[in-house]
């Protein structure tokens, strides 16, 4: 397989000296043999990326339950839920390396019964995980050709890490029409300098008239001025005791609130057959968890009474010898990793800012955190901003420019990037979170 579509704009540090970064994107080529536009964003983010990849290769290449072909065929009809032809037509080809056969990629109807099972789980992880249950686990542990508890382990990690991947791939602009012609997303050819970390380079392209942006937030309300107060009003609130009914109150109107904002259905033209051969009900889309039928209505997920650190994650690791440290590295990573900056400000303790986007991120599928207070969503996140958020961890692929445009407009883009990292992170989570349950309540 020829590299040049993905090597064509090899991005390199623009600070040679910056040896953390080019070590990764080293790492990374030698890795896949190419330096793909995935890694070369994520490259804003050196300590992430590595923890990125290592967990990559760990579900594609190393030692574990599924066969090579599987694991990239699993990769392809997870990327066709969300119309992804980038990470469909990158794991065809992968697959194809890994000898698999040919005649599968005819199709979902091509492939080994065992992997038809799977695909229910597949399309309700990717849109509707709520409605996961043991019966689904209970059918693909008993059917006629069926999957082991440690393969379906592996199985249910792959398709939420692709899944969530679509999310990153159309929130950075990276699809397959932009990628086949050479280039990555470029928002801006200025060449603004990105310092909030040490791995910033000006060739992905930079949103860059600050002022301009500045005046325009302004205009719209989304001032960085007044979000890093209310941030700094929260940081120094002592904890005040409010009553669970309270917060189960600001809960919801969160809920109602998110329910509230429409996604317009504005998806690209794609070449739908190189696409639908993979998919199932294709109608079948995310629905907000706050508006579902009374007849079918699934109780809210208290992460008090499933949490990925107190049951998740050593569910994963009994069946998938180490995935769950992996993943717990990543999910760290990715939630805590800060730089102290928020556009051209210093110092800046952004921790509530970040708890706010993953909390509301679970709180669309109908996770709650009990100790979370969710007025803090209200408080920090504006109403694009939300509008953004739901779309990407939703509908990723009805994301548009102007989207990316419209939000955080004196923001970076390595920290819009950072943003995009934690919608990917704590979608995947929220998936994970109801298989497992489901999985550890066919077990018990």
């Not at 119309?83 to 056969?101: A, D, S, T």
């Not at 189960?248 to 317009?264: D, G, Y």
């Not at 994963?316 to 990543?330: E, F, W």
Request: net charge negative; aromatic share 10%; proline share 3%.
């Amino acid at each position: 397989m020829s590299n040049d579509t993905y090597t064509s704009t090899m991005i390199i540090p623009s600070n040679i000296a910056d040896e953390q970064t080019h070590s990764v994107f080293m790492d990374a080529f030698i890795q896949n043999n190419r330096l793909d536009h995935v890694s070369q964003v994520m490259g804003y983010h050196p300590d992430y990326l590595r923890n990125f990849l290592t967990t990559q290769n760990y579900l594609l290449r190393e030692d574990g339950p599924l066969p090579y072909d599987y694991r990239h065929y699993i990769a392809i009809i997870a990327a066709a839920r969300h119309h992804c032809i980038y990470l469909v037509k990158l794991h065809e080809q992968e697959f194809l390396l890994r000898n698999g056969n040919p005649e599968w990629l005819k199709g979902i109807a091509y492939a080994p019964r065992k992997i038809q099972d799977l695909y229910e789980i597949n399309k309700i992880l990717a849109h509707r995980p709520w409605l996961i249950n043991k019966e689904h686990m209970m059918k693909l542990l008993k059917t006629p050709e069926p999957w082991s508890l440690s393969e379906l382990m592996h199985a249910i990690i792959l398709l939420t890490h692709f899944h969530s991947l679509c999310s990153f791939v159309y929130g950075c602009g990276i699809n397959a029409e932009l990628d086949i012609d050479g280039f990555t997303y470029s928002r801006s050819s200025s060449s603004s300098s990105d310092t909030d970390s040490n791995s910033e380079n000006n060739e992905v392209g930079e949103t860059s008239n600050h002022s301009h942006a500045q005046q325009m937030s302004r205009d719209e309300g989304v001032g960085l001025e007044a979000l890093m107060e209310k941030m700094k009003k929260l940081n120094e609130m002592s904890l005040e005791e409010t009553s669970q009914e309270e917060l189960l109150k600001r809960f919801h109107s969160v809920e109602h609130q998110s329910a509230e904002i429409t996604v317009p259905n504005s998806k690209k033209s794609t070449p739908r057959s190189e696409l639908m051969r993979y998919v199932l009900d294709d109608e079948f889309s995310y629905t907000d968890f706050v508006t579902q039928d009374k007849v079918n209505e699934v109780p809210t997920f208290r992460a008090c009474d499933y949490s990925w650190d107190d049951h998740g994650f050593s569910l994963a690791n009994r069946l998938y010898t180490d995935i769950g440290n992996l993943l717990d590295d990543k999910y760290t990573m990715a939630a805590n990793m800060t730089y102290y900056t928020m556009g051209d400000n210093r110092e800046v303790d952004t921790s509530s800012f970040r708890r706010a986007i993953w909390n509301y991120i679970h709180c669309m599928y109908g996770i709650r955190h009990d100790d979370y207070d969710y007025s803090e969503v209200n408080q920090l996140l504006e109403r694009n901003l939300k509008a953004y958020i739901k779309t990407l961890t939703c509908y990723p692929e009805r994301l548009q420019k102007k989207d990316y445009d419209g939000v955080m407009r004196e923001f970076k883009h390595s920290e819009k990037v950072h943003v995009n990292l934690m919608i990917m992170e704590a979608r995947q989570q929220a998936e994970l979170l109801y298989a497992l349950r489901a999985l550890n309540r066919y077990m018990t």
